[in-house]
Structures are given as structure tokens and as C-alpha cells.
């Protein structure tokens, strides 16, 4: 069985094991793009305050929120860590939108995937997940994450090698999916797919493995007489 078939397969695994995910936890497509880029690097509980922030000054707006100077944007953004970094980003998307496409999210999310996503990437401070994660749940473009808790799974099955990069993990999810045809039907997969492998990870595939109840311990009992990798 290839590794796209066995990914396919322990998507199917996790949909029934915890049912639909609903993502991403955000009130609006400009709360979604927020949430992306304050999420790297710490948990999301930080992303909470920091949405909290914003949203108690009443800048969850687009020209509020693009106007605002970013030394205010940067203290309210503060719990989420790396406030200088994360704010110049902010301010960076912002602008494209508005230069653009005249300030609509939803005109932008019309762009073509491939654009949009080489837009994204020249914004400094914009890798490929954080890409991604615009392009999927703020756009809804057929966009697959790539995460760390993916790494962990795709490695611990034996699914990709070791030094895997993100191209190679995203184009295996991509073979795994490769007869969806519907770029709204895929771009649902992706989304509940990562959702799924998000949960699996908080639950069982952190640092140290916990795999004695993990809704996947049967491939790995099938493929890897239930000893994950190293990893």
C-alpha cells in the first residue's frame, strides 16, 4: 500500500474517531488572517489574548486595523510574542489587500491559488504554513497545511522520511487527495484533515508519543508492529 493510500486512509481513521472540526476558531476572515500570522510560534491561548486586545479597542475592522499605528498594533499584540515581527507582517498583508484589491479579503480569496499564495510569501515574515493557512481557512483556497504535528505523524508511520521538507509532506497529502476534483470539495478535506491531525497530535503524537489510545495505533500495528519512529 503506497503512503498516500495509508495517509488517505488514516484521515478517514480520524474523521470518524472525533467527527467534523469546524475551523478555524475565528468570528470573520480578517480574525482568521490575524490568527495565522500570531499563531507562530506559541499557542494559541497567547492568540486569544492578543484577539482579545483587538478586540476590546473595537480594531477587529480592516481600516481600523490597517490604520492603526503599529507601535499600538505592536503592544496589542504582545501576548502572542515576537510583537515586532508579527505587527510589521500584519500591516504588510494589510497593505496588499488594500492596494490590490481595494481592501476586500473576499476580492483577493477570487485570485488564483498560485498567486495568491506567491503574494503571501513575499511578505516578509510569511512562510509556506502560515501561506497556507491564510490561503485555506481565510480564503478558502484548496491550500493543504503543513504542520508540525503532520511531520510527527507522516515521520512516526513511517510515511516520509526523517528530514522530510514541507513541499514533500504537503505533495503527499496532496497524491493522498489527488481524485478530488472540486477545488471547494478539497478545500473542505484539507481543512478537516488538518484539523484532524491537529487534534491527534494535542491528544497522542506530541514530543513524547502516547500511542496506547490513539484512534491510528492500528497502522502502526499493521506497518510498524506498532513502534513509531524515533521522532
Known amino acids: ?19 467534523p472540526q469546524h475551523w478555524w476558531p475565528s ?6 488572517i490575524i490568527g495565522a500570522c500570531l499563531t507562530q510560534g506559541t499557542a494559541w491561548t497567547a492568540v486569544e489574548r492578543s484577539l482579545a486586545n483587538l478586540r476590546q479597542r473595537n480594531l477587529l475592522h480592516f481600516e481600523a486595523l490597517r490604520t492603526l499605528p503599529i507601535d499600538e498594533l505592536r503592544e496589542l499584540i504582545r501576548p502572542s510574542g515576537f510583537m515586532q515581527r508579527k505587527a510589521a507582517t500584519l500591516h504588510a498583508i494589510l497593505d496588499l489587500i488594500h492596494t ?6 473576499k476580492a483577493f480569496a477570487r485570485t488564483p491559488l498560485p498567486e495568491a499564495r506567491k503574494q503571501l510569501l513575499a511578505i516578509s515574515g510569511i512562510g509556506p504554513e502560515t501561506a497556507d493557512a491564510i ?25 516520509a522520511p526523517s528530514r522530510a521538507s514541507y513541499a514533500h509532506l504537503q505533495q503527499l497529502v496532496l497524491t493522498a487527495f ?15 484533515f488538518h484539523a484532524l491531525i491537529v487534534q491527534t497530535g494535542k491528544d497522542h503524537c506530541r514530543r513524547t508519543p502516547d500511542c496506547a489510545q490513539c484512534p491510528l495505533r492500528a497502522d502502526l500495528d ?3 508492529q506498532g513502534k513509531p519512529l524515533a521522532y
Do not use: F, K
Open 27 to 32: 468570528q470573520s476572515l480578517l480574525e482568521t
Open 100 to 105: 490590490h484589491y481595494n481592501g476586500s479579503i
Open 222 to 224: 499493521t506497518h510498524l
Open 135 to 159: 490561503l485555506l481557512y481565510a480564503l478558502h483556497q484548496p491550500a493543504m497545511v503543513v504542520d508540525e504535528y503532520l511531520r510527527r505523524v507522516a515521520i512516526r508511520h513511517g510515511l
Open 178 to 192: 489527488a481524485e478530488e476534483q472540486h477545488p471547494a470539495t478539497l478545500a473542505n478535506h484539507y481543512n478537516e
Open 1 to 19: 500500500m503506497s503512503a498516500a493510500t495509508r495517509l488517505r486512509n488514516l484521515y478517514e481513521t480520524l474523521a470518524t474517531h472525533y467527527g
